[in-house]
């Protein structure tokens, strides 16, 4: 299969790397002048996790595109969710009919999202990895396990093709039969530990406060009315940080979600992202719905996204 990926981000990056390991072809669209900037190679410091806890390190050849070339098999989209809505503008007049994984949080619902696509002609998608690139150097890793939504009616054949890509590549799907409301729970799950990093500085700065993931737990009790206002369903996730006491979810996520040593806990160490975008469009939503949101508006106080507001 030839795919194109949208950006060289982390996760397109590390996903490309296995696609590649797997016998397919894989190239990268990136904006003008970007093709110079980043070069021919990056180097690799990830963790593969499939088949046990393997690491990476290699200087990976890659092949960077300043134009949008036809014949590709799949365009795979994973971007900053304040990117989303650029990039599917520009693909829907440079895709053409080239499916499109979106692989990526979203916080709108799914088909104003990817406006003006067309919603038979995208697959929606969540990765199972994370970490950062700094000095053209990648540090991060992927887990066995990818969720993608079960097919919509005229998706099935690109639910099939996307299937068949990621097992070839020793993948497990995890099926989401609701991903509107599986990814609306998952942002805001995201603006609640953006609300610790705001505070704390850093994404891996809240992994030095013990007090960290029991105020996760507080920030998502205190986002729950939003996401039932917009009709989100309950599921693990939201299930997870809402009923268990703070203070047990403190416990949980520091013992054992994020232990030492961990393969989540190192996605979070080299994660240098910005954060505050999930935080501000929670706080947007809930102004409109008249709902208070203390916790997440002082986090906001005096950062750019909150001026915008």
Known sequence: MRILFFGRGVISTQYAWAFEQAGHTVEFYVRKGRKETFGSRIELEMWDARKGKKLIQENWNVKLHEEMLPNYDLIFVSVNTEQLPK????LSTAAGNTPILIFNNIWQDLKSSIAPLSMNNVVF????AGGGIADNRLRGGFL??????KPRAGTEHINNKVK?????AHFKI?????????????????????????????FPAILNHSD????????????NPVLKARGAKSDM???LLTKIPPALLGTLFNMVIYAKGSLPRLFVEYNNSKAGFAVSELVREAKK?????????????NTEQHKAI
Not at 177 to 199: C, G, I, P, R, Y
Not at 215 to 221: A, L, S, T, Y
């Open 87 to 90: 990039a599917v503008q520009f």
């Open 125 to 128: 998608g969540f990765p199972g």
């Open 144 to 149: 066995k396990m990818v969720f993608l939504e």
């Open 164 to 168: 068949e890509l990621f097992e070839s």
């Open 174 to 202: 995890s099926w989401i039969k609701d991903m509107q409301s599986w990814l609306w729970n998952h942002f805001a799950m995201n603006a609640a530990m953006e609300t610790e990093v705001l505070k704390r500085g850093s």
């Open 212 to 223: 960290s993931f029991v105020n996760v737990g507080k920030h998502m009790r205190e986002m």
């Open 237 to 239: 996730i939201l299930l």
């Open 289 to 301: 719905l008249g709902i208070p949101l203390p916790r997440l508006t002082v986090a906001l106080e």
